[in-house]
């Protein structure tokens, strides 16, 4: 049977079965790094000469930071920096040093005392010329300012200094952790796909040179930023390649946050229980290793899920453990979790607490748009937070301020671009893996043939048999990215499309229902007027202001119309084209026909709509210029295309000169966008025939 049908008292005993297994399993673990504790400090009651003294401090530190044991780390790594510093060894003492700086980062307690770690190694460096200390020096510094919303345009100076110092060395290792760092600061923009492009170089360097450590940060952000572009399968796969580093290093950090990583996806994809079950996990981690830190995130995330479970005690319950612990950890004001910040305004949103939304969310807001760079996504949330509560107050105008601003940053966070970059980068990674694992092997075979020559031609027929393979692999990798990628262009588009009608039918709603109802109320109130006392001239005057006003209320019922023809949406293209043959033919100095042939069934939406509008602007062309009596329509349909003639007797026009107009090129734009092609015929004094042609099956390349 499954879980969730399980009794209740059932359910009660299976949930503490597992948290007591995986407590236990958690102990199992926890102890293999407590031995290598217990081994490092047995070497320390020994007598130990001063620079393996110093090692052991370190190591025990280091040790204790990847076990979660934050202050014993500290205790450690600062009797080490004492230690060096009083025998002369300077180059422990500012390793040390900078280690100490990386846990600070972590901790967020005393910034001050990791800036001066910084500062003093920086002094170490240039005394003993070591270029090397100086850049890790500017990477750590540059974390230590990450979240200090106020110093965020330091950060990029000082990545491009450690950069150019670790390609002068020829580092790898380093260039990928700097690679890395400046990927993070992409991703915390909201530029996703460029953020993927740095951390695949990373990755391509660390992997190059087998470093564990580095991978160690590269691997799991990298899975966070396909995952911020819902690529949850690339997001999945990179999590699977950061386990075995996790469970190699003994990493309970790590462990937690690829928990938690996972414990989203789960999220977004509607699997609630499988979330929380992934985030109580790691809130045993944090537990176990006493991770202040991280503990409140995974606290806050509950919340988030139980949000949308709608089950708002709970979510009430997780996310202000999750800030107590958090204000526990800054002990200051100069800090805010946005994801706390954000549940706490989505529970009041939904128990209709508006004022303390607005208060909430534009106290975040505020925190996202300071920040540099931005926090795009976080202040989306609080402006679609800031719309629904202004609305629900009745003040539209800020409501409707608000709606526009979440939806330029949505669609900047994650637009087609961005997918396909990311996509592309990801397809140039596995490429770069493959031309590098066949040149390992090339090499391999020519070092075979200098000291196997018999065997030399049986070498290149693998060799050959072996590049054929890789070649037809890769093409058939290609092909298939190619097909997702098309398809998810289609899904992008499509939605587009869906959203434009959306808002096209509520615009035509709001004309027809809001204005014109105004303006015929307005017309009442002038008809009510008693003029019998007003002059003749004014009399004219107020004739003429309500003739004004029934011509301003049939342009507004025409354009509401022409926005979303309700012929359109019941009854397709014909009948909406017959009507205006027929709204057209009241003015007798011009005739229009509409001639159908075979358009029987009707085509997909947008095709209707687009050829629609095309029809429109052609009309609209002919009204204006073409001094034509007689109009005649044609609309054709085979199997697989449609055809749309539009042909007049007027004075024609000069090709050359009409292709320069906005109309004839919003006309080219439309026809373009469902793949199809466009011909226009004329000459002066001939009249003017345009001819259209679309393929059902259109290719979807953008909306006009």
């Known amino acids: 049977m499954p879980n969730h049908f399980l009794p209740l008292t059932s359910r009660r005993l299976s ?119 100086e850049g890790i020096a500017y990477i750590r510094k540059a974390q230590l300012l ?94 699977d390649a950061a386990d075995p580093i996790a469970k190699k290093r003994n990493d309970k950090v790590l462990e937690a946050f690829l928990l938690n990583q996972r414990a989203e996806i789960f999220e977004k994809q509607g699997k609630y229980d499988q979330a929380l079950k992934a985030l109580e996990q790691a809130v045993a981690i944090h537990k176990a290793t006493g991770a202040a830190y991280w503990l409140p995130k995974s606290y806050a995330r509950m919340a988030r899920v139980y949000i949308k479970r709608k089950e708002y005690a709970n979510a009430r319950k997780f996310n202000r453990l999750g800030d107590k612990l958090f204000q526990d950890v800054v002990d200051s004001e100069e800090f805010l979790d946005h994801i706390i910040q954000v549940n706490d305004a989505k529970i009041s949103l939904a128990e209709k607490q508006y004022k303390h939304v607005i208060a909430g969310a534009t106290k975040g807001l505020e925190w996202a748009e300071e920040s540099d760079p931005p926090l795009l996504a976080e202040a989306a949330e609080y402006h679609y937070m800031l719309a629904e509560s202004y609305e629900a107050l009745g003040a539209t105008g800020r409501a409707l301020l608000h709606y526009k601003k979440y939806k330029a940053a949505s669609d900047s966070l994650l637009n087609r671009e961005s997918v396909q970059k990311a996509t ?60 997702e990628l098309t398809t998810k262009n289609r899904e992008i588009e499509e939605a587009l499309f869906k959203g434009q009608h959306i808002e096209r039918k509520r615009v035509a709603t709001e004309l027809h229902d809001n204005l014109n109802t105004k303006l015929a109320a307005l017309r009442w109130r002038l008809e009510a007027w008693d003029l019998s006392t007003h002059s003749e001239k004014d009399q004219k005057i107020h004739a003429g202001s309500i003739q004004m006003l029934e011509d301003v209320y049939a342009d507004v019922r025409q354009i509401s119309h022409n926005l979303l023809p309700s012929e359109l949406q019941t009854q397709g293209l014909g009948a909406a084209l017959q009507k205006l043959m027929t709204q057209l033919n009241f003015n007798p100095s011009m005739e229009f026909r509409l001639e159908t042939d075979g358009y029987e069934k009707r085509v997909d939406a947008r095709i209707e709509f687009e050829l629609y509008h095309v029809t429109l602007e052609l009309v609209n062309n002919i009204l204006k210029h073409s001094q034509a009596n007689r109009v005649l329509l044609t609309l054709t349909q085979t199997p697989t295309r449609v055809q749309l003639v539009v042909g007049d007797n007027g004075v024609g026009m000069q090709l050359d000169v009409a292709s320069a107009g906005i109309g004839l090129r919003n006309i080219h734009s439309r026809v373009d966008s469902l793949g199809g092609k466009c011909r226009f015929e004329s000459a002066p004094g001939l009249g003017t025939t345009v001819s259209i042609d679309v393929p059902i099956e259109a290719p979807l390349s953008g909306v006009a």
């Open 146 to 239: 990450e979240t200090n919303l106020t110093r965020q345009k330091e950060i990029g100076p000082l990545v491009e200094k450690a950069l150019a110092i670790f390609v002068a060395l020829g580092d790898k290792s380093w260039q990928g952790t700097v690679y890395n760092e400046q990927a993070q600061r992409f991703s915390r923009s909201g530029e996703y796909s460029k953020a993927i492009e740095f951390f695949l170089k990373a990755r391509k360097l660390q992997e190059e040179v087998n470093d564990i450590a580095a991978l160690r940060s590269t691997l799991p952000n990298l899975g966070v930023a396909y995952e911020a572009l819902n690529l949850h399968q690339e997001a999945l796969a990179v999590f």
């Open 424 to 483: 592309a980068s990801a397809m140039k990674y596995e490429f770069d893996q493959q031309k590098q694992q066949h040149q390992l092997r090339l090499q391999a075979l020519e070092n075979q043939k200098l000291t196997m020559g018999r065997n030399w031609l049986m070498a290149v027929a693998a060799l050959a048999l072996l590049l054929a393979g890789v070649i037809l692999w890769s093409n058939r990798t290609l092909t298939r990215k190619n097909r």
């Open 15 to 133: 949930s503490r079965v597992r948290n007591g297994l995986l407590l236990f399993l958690l102990g199992l673990s926890l102890s293999l790094q407590a031995q290598k504790i217990d081994s490092l400090q047995k070497q320390l009651t020994k007598v130990l000469p001063d620079s393996q003294r110093v090692a052991t401090l370190y190591e025990l530190g280091f040790a204790y930071w990847l076990s979660g044991e934050d202050s014993l780390a500290t205790h450690h790594c600062t009797q080490a920096v004492r230690l060096a510093h009083k025998r002369g060894l300077f180059k422990e003492e500012g390793k040390a040093r900078l280690h100490l700086a990386r846990i600070e980062a972590d901790r967020m307690v005393d910034f001050q005392a990791g800036f001066a770690q910084i500062d003093t190694t920086l002094r170490i460096a240039a005394q003993l010329k070591d270029r090397h200390m």
